[in-house]
DNA sequence: GTTTGTGAATGAGTTCACAGCA
DNA sequence: TGCTGTGAACTCATTCACAAAC
């Protein structure tokens, strides 16, 4: 699926984690850092740190520590970070429009660059910067923008629909808001984010 | 920390989604289920689904399956879904507002009593059915609601404060948005969802 | 003395396989 | 025959421990 060699999804999820630690500003300075340092700021282990790092040869100097310019480098190339990722949002709701204003996909490089619905009422609105499509205009649109990420923030009956148009449109990844499992053909990656699950799983552990 | 026996983090993130499906208006008029069916719907395997439930003692029968009514019921009460769970959010932002509004919360049990924000041209203003007020009055506040989760949409550089802020109100549960690590006294469970990161780990996966 | 890279040991979680009940 | 409950086998990930490099 990937020329990258084959690494746990839980390490992936954590080597996002430190390329988010090197990039704070109040590492800005330093030359090096050490796996404690990150570790500690990523919230893992220092072992862990260098477990997941030499999944991709040496970068790091014993005695030393990593160079910092050239480790964000090496992170940012294997997480394809290293270019600006441009995304495409189906679902102009509540949640939608939150997304597409949220300030903190283009701090981290990505793009969301046309919004789509099928609600009459809401195409040709304006949405932040974008103007709000008809869902009608999906496959059109990503390959004029060469979108490769979809984001679907649609209401459950709906997204399975939308997955399918999005697949068939050449969206590579799917990152799925609405609560449902969401079937794709091989090559379409998908990842869902239910954020009432996450106010579920604190609710277990609650006393009483 | 909970009554409940221990089970892995990752179970008790599938019983909430079991719960889901289980509740879906599609299951509605059936009398029993089974692993099968479930594991199906979740994107579970029925092994897995069997092991998830057996954490708890019997509750299904052998050729038939599992009580709805009663699975539901039993699902509820472990994920402390019996009753509804009252959250306050700290952060009236793009994205507080939006999950303020967010209807999937309050399907799912929970009700969002209070908005906080330290920035004086938001508090005051109305926010769906609340108005935003003062961080300064949070502790008075939760105690009031008889809140139990905090929620935290504020920048980076603020949450540390936040969290610290909820944990001495009382708070027991903290589903945290910034992108940054929180510490929390024992007792307090946070749990963090980085959007940007989401996007990152799909980012990995694109060809090219 | 400090810090990396990595094979070995440990541990956690998932899948298998089957006995037992309906 | 259909489906659950569960110990055993297995897989996968993390932690340990230490040699090598600075």
New binding site residues.
């Given amino acids: 699926m990937s020329p990258n060699p084959v690494i746990?999804?839980?390490?992936v999820s954590?080597l996002a984690t430190y390329l988010r630690v090197l990039r704070d500003p109040r590492v800005e300075g330093r030359q090096h850092?050490?796996?404690?340092y990150i570790g500690d700021r990523a919230g893992?282990?220092?072992?862990?740190v260098?477990?997941d790092?030499?999944h991709f040869g040496?970068?790091?100097?014993?005695?030393?520590?990593?160079d910092l310019e050239h480790l964000i480098g090496h992170l940012a190339r294997i997480m394809r970070l290293d270019r600006v990722q441009t995304a495409v949002l189906v679902g102009a709701g509540n949640l939608g429009s939150a997304l597409v204003q949220y300030t903190g996909f283009g701090q981290r490089g990505f793009r969301i660059a046309a919004v789509f619905d099928i609600d009459p009422q809401r195409v040709g609105t304006n949405l932040g910067e974008v103007v709000v499509e008809h869902v009608d205009r999906l496959a059109q649109r990503v390959e004029e923008l060469g979108a490769t990420i979809g984001i679907i923030a649609v209401p459950r009956w709906a997204c399975q629909t939308v997955a399918d148009a999005m697949a068939s449109s050449g969206l590579r990844a799917i990152l799925n808001f609405a609560p449902a499992k969401i079937e794709a053909p091989e090559g379409v990656n998908v990842r869902s984010v239910d954020l009432a699950r996450e106010l579920e799983c604190l609710a277990y552990y609650l006393p009483g």
């Fill in positions: 746990p999804d839980s390490a954590r850092v050490s796996s404690a893992v282990s220092p072992d862990q260098r477990k790092l030499s040496e970068v790091g100097r014993p005695g030393v520590g990593y």
